[in-house]
């Protein structure tokens, strides 16, 4: 693990400075967790769980009363969208909102009906380190806090650098919903001090959010000290066009998904398979118009349809990409440079003619550069999509429902949505296989990664 550098915030609509944050001494980051743990033993883990759910509904509440700041401090932290950030709010809103309703539900002792006497209950860990990025700097943050807060856990987030001040929002609001001082803390640390929360037997676990290179180092750690994590490590995921598949709804989808964030989302569709050469060449002509009617602009300006990526190295990046790519013999139907404008800008791009040979073909693009592929079957159209070392989500497009249902059961992702791109609600658990990691989050299954199942039995004669 590296250095990490200093807390700030850049406007990437126009390269300003915002505001920088102090980075936390090692003194602070071990105060902290001493907070953390204090709190999770002393008070957290023996308040009821409606209590808890209590807490969450204020919460929530608090959102609401302020979502005009936290929609113009995130758009200006990261440049999304401000209709999308709007949208963004309103989700963690829901999520927040389905922990309250359904907590106490998820804690209940579960009796098995095979071995008389026995129930297990479901109790919390501890402190969980939550190492989250900037693509969606409050969604990210709440899809681990409010379901570990729910379930009886203390919470230290580390966000990424250039999203500090939406975390430290957050962090103001759950004491204002009445959460515990040291119960969910934002803490701004290095990656060497991010080691050193590892190494701490207190920290009970760690669920992050990033690169495979990131992922690798965080599980190595983590399971060098015997603890669990959760990891989602980004993704490629597929979009297969069947043969019946309403062509104009499928190029709609596909292109609302790959442009959502500016094409930033882990879970969005980035590889458009296409089964049928005509149809093939017809999803490139509409998905190729549907980029030349896009807008390029502020963020803030709800005309704008082309926002900035994160950051100017984002931009580098996806350049990068896309000169290899063509180097390798792909072809640019459409985009493919930066926007000579102030800003981190990028065009929306269309790619194909991506051999295997091709360095894109393993590659997550992350901005809006979107991959087609068109083959004759659809065998082989699964084939490709399960071509790739990531499965994190994926999607199918028929007129077909049990069809495409068949095709969803051969891909192999962690989850896949049948004529949309992701159709996300906090009862989803989300999360993916191969590189794209392991363990879910949100919905039941969430709930449940960082708990003690407990098994207690009464021996028969006292039944």
Not at 31 to 43: F, G, P, Q, R, S
Not at 252 to 265: A, K, L, P, T
Not at 371 to 384: F, G, H, K, P, R
Request: glycine residues 10%; proline residues 4%; hydrophobic residues 40%.
């Amino acid at each position: 693990m590296s250095a990490t550098e200093g807390f700030k915030s850049i406007d990437p609509s126009n390269g300003q400075f915002v505001k920088a944050y102090s980075t936390a001494t090692d003194a602070e980051v071990s105060a902290a967790l001493d907070k953390a743990h204090n709190a999770y033993t002393k008070v957290w883990r023996s308040t009821p769980v409606t209590e808890r759910a209590k807490i969450l509904a204020k919460l929530a509440d608090l959102i609401r009363q302020n979502k005009k700041e936290m929609v113009e401090l995130g758009t200006t932290e990261m440049g999304k969208l401000i209709a999308q950030m709007e949208g963004e709010i309103d989700f963690i809103i829901s999520i927040i909102e389905y922990y309250a309703d359904n907590s106490e539900e998820f804690s209940k002792p579960v009796p098995d009906r095979h071995v008389p006497g026995m129930q297990v209950v479901t109790e919390s860990l501890g402190v969980i380190l939550a190492i989250e990025p900037w693509n969606l700097p409050y969604y990210q943050v709440v899809r681990v806090a409010a379901c570990q807060l729910a379930a009886g856990n203390a919470v230290l987030v580390k966000p990424a650098n250039s999203v500090a001040g939406s975390a430290l929002f957050l962090e103001k609001l759950f004491l204002q919903a009445g959460a515990p001082a040291g119960v969910f803390q934002v803490v701004l640390a290095t990656i060497p001090q991010i080691g050193t929360l590892l190494d701490d037997f207190r920290v009970r676990g760690v669920c992050m959010t990033g690169s495979e290179r990131a992922g690798r180092a965080v599980a190595e750690r983590a399971g060098r000290n015997l603890k669990k994590a959760v990891l989602e490590l980004g993704g490629s995921d597929p979009f297969i066009v069947l043969e019946d598949a309403d062509l104009d709804e499928a190029i709609r989808i596909g292109f609302d998904s790959r442009m959502e964030g500016m094409g930033q989302v882990c879970v969005a569709l980035k590889r458009h398979i296409v089964v049928g050469r005509e149809r093939g060449e017809k999803y490139k002509e509409g998905f190729a118009k549907l980029i030349k009617g896009m807008k390029v602009g502020d963020p803030k300006d709800r005309s704008t349809t082309v926002g900035p990526l994160f950051a100017e190295i984002g931009v580098t990046r996806l350049q990068k990409q896309v000169e290899d790519a063509k180097a390798a013999g792909a072809t640019v139907v459409i985009g493919g440079n930066k926007i000579d404008r102030p800003g981190a800008y990028f065009e929306p791009t269309l790619i194909t003619d991506i051999s295997r040979e091709n360095p894109l073909f393993l590659e997550e693009a992350f901005g809006p550069v979107a991959s087609l592929y068109v083959v004759d079957t659809e065998e082989e159209a699964i084939e490709l999509a399960n071509a790739t070392p990531f499965g994190l989500g994926g999607a199918v497009a028929s007129a077909n429902v049990e069809r495409a249902q068949q095709v969803a059961a051969q891909i192999e992702a962690g989850m896949v949505f049948i004529n949309s791109g992701l159709n996300g609600h906090p009862g989803l658990a989300f999360g993916g296989v191969k590189n794209s990691g392991f363990g879910r989050e949100l919905g039941e299954l969430g709930f449940h990664e960082f708990v003690n199942k407990k098994t207690i039995r009464v021996h028969e004669k006292y039944l």
